[in-house]
């Protein structure tokens, strides 16, 4: 699976857009992104997948520029309960697939 | 269930004993994988399954480690003669088995070898 490089923390204040970006420069034509969002004491859970330009849910967007070498997690207007590591994956992601995990990015929100 | 489950939440267990952990995925998932996770870092695979059959147990640190899904539902991850540098938090997770399918994670055991 292609290496990532995160951010190791970031801090917002409630209210701010946080974006982290995770840089891939060895993405393969056939991989993925994806990120997953792992509250303390929980496991890690999937926020969004993306393969190229941008990608929204109900709570992130994903931009991916055209050369795919990196992409940025977007999430809008943060709030204490957003406080989490953040983890950038990248992969083919068939089905059978071990997940790759970095160390993340540590985001704190500020009250 | 809902959710994946795993059990017990907390082990609290002396050097040399044997442990089983136990992941109960959702119903249904075909797949079903093991994960280990020190504090600060991300979940590092163990192994997986795909219905009964262990498909990579590549990340099984040694031969103390293994594990097993004999009727394609509930797993254990058994670990022998257990050493302190075992303790952390060990993760479950399943899928459903198709291309790019998202995992879901269990709480996690936390495993603590005195």
């Known amino acids: 699976l292609a290496k990532t490089t995160q951010p190791i923390s970031m801090d917002s204040y409630e209210g701010q857009e946080v974006n982290i970006t995770c840089s891939h420069n060895n993405i393969a034509t056939n991989d993925y992104i994806t990120w997953y969002q792992q509250f303390p004491s929980q496991g890690p859970r999937f926020i969004i997948q993306g393969y190229k330009t941008k990608v929204t849910n109900e709570v992130a967007s994903l931009f991916i520029p055209a050369d795919r070498k990196s992409s940025t997690l977007s999430l809008p207007r943060v709030s204490l309960s957003d406080t989490a590591v953040y983890y950038c994956l990248v992969g083919e992601f068939r089905g059978n697939t071990p997940l790759v995990f970095g160390k993340g990015t540590r985001l704190s929100v500020i009250a | 269930g809902a959710g994946v489950s795993q059990s017990p939440r907390y082990k609290v267990t002396k050097r040399g004993q044997d442990v089983a952990l136990r992941c109960d995925p959702i119903?249904?998932?075909?797949?079903l994988y093991w994960y280990r996770q020190a504090l600060g870092q991300g979940p590092e695979f163990l192994t997986y399954?795909?219905?009964?059959?262990?498909?990579?147990k590549s990340g099984l640190p040694n031969d103390r480690f293994s594990a097993e899904r004999p009727e394609g539902s509930i797993s254990t991850l058994t670990i022998q003669r257990t050493e302190q540098r075992d303790s952390a938090m060990y993760r479950c997770?399943?899928?459903?088995?198709?291309?790019?399918?998202?995992?879901?994670f269990g709480p996690g055991t936390r495993l603590l070898v005195l």
């Open positions: 119903s249904g998932h075909v797949s």
């Open positions: 997770a399943s899928s459903q088995g198709q291309r790019s399918e998202t995992q879901y």
């Open positions: 399954f795909n219905y009964e059959a262990q498909q990579d």
